[in-house]
Each structure stands twice: as structure tokens, then as C-alpha cells.
């Protein structure tokens, strides 16, 4: 294998605690087997397979874990939805996709630390029942699909996948299938059709549950890279000792993605809940770019609702009473974000500072969800057509103050009317960059512009119009 040697990058930051990311960057770090494992790779494996696939799956449970993924559901429950029943084949597929913008922690995995998600996947399987699964990636990772294939060979020649691992009865075969890089794979039910070869349309839930009608119809789990990855460590540790990490439901550590207007952006792996939102942008990444001030954050990838720099959010703490919270004094945990109205999502954590109009940042965000869109179901289909239209209006300073209250009501009627969350993907953006900032839109329209024509279809029909009725009236 020609592997790839890292010379030492970012150094960890002190606030940070690496533990997916431990070898990333890693001075004299490369990618072959006999590095993982002389680093003591593996070691979990072998005890997991000691251990019995249900206490496997209980030490997860304990642990808390969650998906880290963009859903944040506990990883050994889900594990636990596998009809007990079941005599179809059982499944395990990686969702190495990473799709969502401002998210860029796997795709770092992938090319630095490969066999630390195959030692991850083998253990959920061997946990879960699988016998055969897949790394869905997709086709803008060229690099680390080969890193991945590679990383694969030399676990099979070494008897840690293939036939009767490390002389066991348990076997797993893993297969690397490069999607085309369509965001809607990175829905469990759509990357699923796309494995099997067929459009990525999302399935209806229920009855199509993957646990239970997943692959092939057959029962299947679905985890994120990250996700996988932690399950080593659980291992490791001990479900009690890894639930310790971080804060209570919010357990372990998870890889933050910060871009947009701070001085570092960049990965950092943080204790989960440990660290405010605060303390990331300013101390951990720097602070604000010279002479501007916080206007924005989305936290979770574009997906999730955009949170204003100035604002109070009014939360409820433990024992029931209710606490108001800055916006730079909000941990960043699952729960608290979503209480705050948002959600921690991917962790892509996107910093807007006052020089970006929010015009400007809706729009390209309407455009990205207007081309990806599977086009399945109608509200999306057209709605995410529309209001990307109307953006594109607003930008060029064509934009009427009506297009405002037409954009929300959009918004609404995709929203809860599509098969899957895409559509709530594509209308919260809209939805809550209106209710945050309706001043600064409604200020970016004009009045005068609605005796214009509002795009060159609407001249183009009216001239038709025009022509018809001018060869009417000649009759």
C-alpha cells in the first residue's frame, strides 16, 4: 500500500479534547495498518469480540451516544430496532456522504485515519448481526475512496475483516460504493435506494424504517462516519466511563466544523456541552474578524435555523424553572440548541458577521437547496424553486416587500408535506432568516418594484399575452 505520511498542521487547541481526531494532523502519522495497529488499533475489536453482541450493544446504550450525523438519536437504541424476529440478512451501512455545507469533520477521518472507522464499523456489525456492509462516499472524495479500498485490502490480508476474524466465527465483508453527490443521499432512506441503484428518492416512514425494511428489505443500520468511529472508544472506555465525557445526555466528545467570518476557522473536538458557543468563536477560533461584530450563527450546518447575535433565548433548566441565555452563553450541547429554537445537527458551525447581508446569505443558501432537491414531492420540487426565484429577486434589488410574506408562506407549505426532512431543510432557513431578520430584507425591497416585471419568464409571458390579444382584436 502506498500510504500517506501527515506532516504535523493545526495543533490542538488547550480547550480541545481529541479523541476521534487524535491522529489527524498527527506529526509522523500515516495510514497504514501497521501504524494503526502499533498505535494499539484493533485492541478493541478483539475485545468486543470477546464479549457477547449484546453486551456490545449495551455498553453503547449505556454510553449515551449519539448520532453525530445531524439527528443526534441515541446509537444504541437505535442498534436495539432490529426486529428480534428477523431471519433476512442484517445490514450495516457507513453514511460517508457529507453533504451538508459547513460540515467537513469526515472526509478527515477518511483520508488520516481510515482504519479507525473500519475497526468502528466491525464492531457495530459484529454487534448489530451484519455480516456485509457498505461506505456509501461521495464522488468529490476520490481520495479517500482509494485511502478507504486500500485501508480495506490490508484488513483482509490481515484476517481483521473477511472470513472468521482473528478466529472467530464472526465474518464481514465491506464494500466502498461511490455515490454521484447528491445531498439528498444523506438521507438514510434515499442513500439506501442509491446503494441498491435506483433514483435517490426517500422512502415513506413508516412502514419503511431501515432497521426494519432497509437494504434489500432487509433490516439495516445506518451510521454516520463519526458515529462509528465512537464506537471504538466506547469500547475503550467502558459505556459508564465514556457517558462521563462531556455532559449528561450529551456524552463524549464531538468535531465542530467552524467557518465564515472568525480569525481560525477550523475543526475542533470538543467535550460535548463542555464549552459555550462564546468561547468557541472567541477564544477557541480567535475572536471576530478585525473591526466587525457577531451578527449571526447557524450551528448546526445550513440546515438549521440561523440564530441572531443580539438575541435572549429563554430556556428551561432541569428542575423547571426558566433561564434566559445570551447567545454567546449557550453550551453547545444538543439539547440546549434545540431549546434556543435551532439544532447542533452536523456541527457545522457557520459565524456571520455584520458586513454580510442576509439577503446575500438566504439566497445562497435558497440556491444550494433549490439544485439539490430530488424532486420527488411537489411542495419541495417547486416551493425550493420558488423561494430561491424570490431571493434572487431580493439580491438584485428587485425584490418587493410582498416577496417577504410570499417567501414564509412558501416555507410553510413545504414544511411537514414531503416524504422526508429535506423539505424542513429547505424551508427553515427561510422560515427562520425572516422571523430574525425581517427588517433587513423587508429594507433590501422597494415598493416601485411592483409595477416591474418580476423576472424575464413574466416579460416574456406578457408579450405573449400582449400578441394574442393584439391578433384577436385584428379578427
Sequence with gaps: MDSIRYIAGKEPHPRERRMIFRNVDREGWDTRFATYVADGGYLELRKALAMK???????????????????????????????????????????????????????????????????GMAIAAYAVGARKAFIYIREEFPDAARILEEAIDEAVRENILG???????????????????????????????????????????PPYFPAALGLWMCPTIVNNVETLCHVKHVIAMGGSEYAAVGTRNNS?????????????????????GRMTLGELIDDVCGGMRPGRALKAVIP??????????????????????????????????????????????????IVIDDSRSISWVLNNINAFYAHESC???????????????????????????????????????????????????????T????????????????????????????VAQRRYLAEAAAAGSAR
Excluded at 178 to 198: D, N, Q, V, W
Excluded at 440 to 452: I, M, Q, R, V, Y
Design 431 to 458: 422560515q427562520s432568516f425572516i422571523h430574525k431578520f425581517r427588517d433587513e430584507l423587508t429594507g433590501a425591497t422597494s415598493e416601485d418594484n411592483a409595477a416591474k416585471a418580476s423576472n424575464p419568464e413574466a
Design 300 to 349: 448546526g450546518g445550513s440546515s438549521s435555523k440561523v440564530l441572531r447575535g443580539d438575541e435572549t433565548f429563554t430556556i428551561r433548566t432541569p428542575d423547571g424553572a426558566s433561564s434566559g441565555l445570551a447567545l454567546r452563553d449557550i453550551p453547545l450541547d444538543f439539547d440546549t440548541l434545540a431549546a434556543c429554537g435551532s439544532m447542533a445537527g452536523s456541527g457545522g458551525v
Design 53 to 119: 453482541p449484546a453486551e456490545v450493544t449495551a455498553e453503547v446504550r449505556t454510553s449515551g451516544l449519539r448520532g453525530r450525523g445531524g439527528a443526534g438519536f441515541p446509537t444504541g437504541v437505535k442498534w436495539t430496532f432490529i426486529p428480534p424476529d428477523n431471519t433476512k440478512p442484517v445490514y450495516l451501512i457507513c453514511n460517508a456522504d457529507e453533504s451538508e455545507p459547513g460540515t467537513f469533520k469526515d472526509r478527515y477521518i477518511l483520508h488520516q485515519d481510515p482504519h479507525q472507522l473500519l475497526e
Design 163 to 205: 472470513e472468521n476474524i482473528l478466529g472467530t466465527e464472526f465474518s464481514l465483508e465491506i464494500i466502498v460504493h461511490r455515490g454521484a453527490g447528491a445531498y439528498i443521499c444523506g438521507e438514510e432512506t434515499g442513500l439506501i435506494e442509491s446503494l441498491e441503484g435506483k433514483r435517490p428518492y426517500p422512502r415513506i416512514k
Design 252 to 272: 463524549g466528545t464531538r468535531i465542530l466544523c467552524v467557518s465564515g467570518d472568525v480569525v481560525k476557522p477550523g475543526y475542533y473536538e470538543i467535550e460535548v
Design 375 to 429: 424532486g420527488q414531492c411537489t411542495p419541495c420540487r417547486e416551493g425550493a424553486l420558488w423561494m430561491r426565484k424570490i431571493t434572487d429577486r431580493v439580491v438584485e434589488g428587485r425584490g418587493t416587500p410582498t416577496d417577504i410574506d410570499t417567501l414564509l408562506s412558501i416555507a410553510g407549505q413545504i414544511e411537514g408535506r414531503t416524504i422526508c426532512a429535506f423539505g424542513e431543510a429547505c424551508a427553515w432557513p
